[in-house]
């Protein structure tokens, strides 16, 4: 869930980012990596949806069940290695999706443009929680179905129907008259590196992606803590809707001011923020209090997800060169990423001791309970 895509990111982010920077077609740079990819996506998210049955049918085969595995073994097993096909073919329209809107959308409104564009997705996300997680046990292949027909709808009328303008003719990869690989690479890292603003740039990335590696554990937390998939789908559908609402009040705000003016305040005020969160390592409260504490901990932290979320795309379009963006974006994906995956790989070790360690303690501690 964390590692592989993260390692995927690390080695496919920089080729597919730089191709699509230096690319040049009839139809733009963006548009066909995401056009021929979409089949693959939404029939790897079917595959997902089905696995299931998948590893029912090769768990009866002669070859997987001489091995003596087991049903949920295998059943792990297929749901990992679709997974891990969605994640592959996702790459080609995960990196190059934001690059997009760079180059086809006026800067002057393009925080208000993502403003919408977060609305649609905030208004998508009551429904959601409402009506989808609570059955995401008990569904998961009709869900996961669903989500390939309208990826591959919506991707292709999006491909079909926006278009790209005109690039200048990209410049060739060379040094002192060599070409190759070595000179690529060094190119890529010269240029990325060749401000020390965008060291400072790439480094507080990886710090944050150090940190969300642990947003994995985010639902285990509130399902430890007492609350049901009903209160979870409740609480981040009521979140949903704030975001559906002032999504666009917070790009006008981004348009209005430096989006890094801004970035700079609202990260002060998380670190501020964050903290409270620590109140159940310390005291233990019963389900009916930690639903009031767990919507009290979301209302508060609303305007500043909301905040940051609408200036932190406006301030990297300010920040990196617009004739390079796909290449510094991958680059500081391949940061982020390569610290998220050596996060995770740390999350799921003191998990798994923390978990062994609490098998063998009383629950009647506070600290050992919420583990």
């Known amino acids: ?207 944050l992606a150090l940190t969300y590696a642990i947003s994995l554990f985010s639902v285990f937390l509130s399902l430890s803590l007492g609350l049901t998939l009903k209160q979870i789908g409740a609480i981040n559908a009521a979140v949903g809707v704030a975001f559906t609402l002032l999504t666009y009040p917070a790009g006008a705000l981004a348009d209005r001011f430096h989006p890094l003016r801004l970035l700079l305040w609202v990260s002060f005020a998380q670190l501020l923020y964050f903290p409270i969160n620590f109140i159940w390592l310390f005291t233990h409260y019963s389900p009916e209090v930690n639903f009031r504490l767990y919507i009290v901990l979301s209302v508060v932290g609303l305007p500043l997800g909301l905040i940051y979320n609408a200036v932190s795309f406006p301030m990297f379009m300010r920040v990196l060169p617009q004739s390079r963006f796909g290449q510094f974006c991958s680059f500081n994906a391949v940061c982020g990423a390569s610290a998220a995956g050596i996060g995770g790989v740390l999350a799921g070790v003191f998990r798994g001791q923390d978990a062994a360690f609490s098998s063998l303690t009383p629950s009647t501690g506070k600290i050992f309970t919420i583990a």
């Open 1 to 207: 869930m964390t590692s592989i895509p993260c390692t995927l990111n690390v080695l496919m982010n920089p080729i597919i980012s730089t191709a699509s920077d230096r690319y040049r077609s009839r139809r733009g740079r963006r548009i066909p990596f995401m056009l021929y990819a979409t089949p693959f996506i939404a029939v790897s998210l079917c595959l997902v949806g089905i696995s299931p049955d998948l590893a029912q049918w090769l768990h009866r085969t002669p070859f997987v069940h001489a091995t003596g595995l087991s049903a949920a073994a295998v059943t792990i097993g297929a749901m990992a290695v679709t997974l891990v096909i969605f994640r592959f073919c996702d790459m080609f329209i995960g990196t190059v999706f934001w690059y997009f809107f760079n180059d086809v959308v006026p800067k002057v409104f393009m925080a208000r443009f993502l403003g919408l564009f977060r609305m649609v997705g905030a208004g998508r996300a009551p429904c959601t929680n409402a009506y989808v997680f609570p059955h995401a046990l008990t569904h998961m292949r009709v869900i996961f179905l669903c989500a390939g027909a309208l990826y591959f709808v919506g991707f292709m009328m999006m491909c079909s129907r926006v278009k790209e303008g005109e690039y200048p003719p990209p410049e060739p990869y060379q040094a002192g008259g060599r070409k190759g690989a070595i000179v690529v690479i060094k190119t890529y890292l010269r240029e990325c590196l060749i401000h020390r603003i965008y060291v400072y740039f790439f480094l507080t990335n990886v710090f």
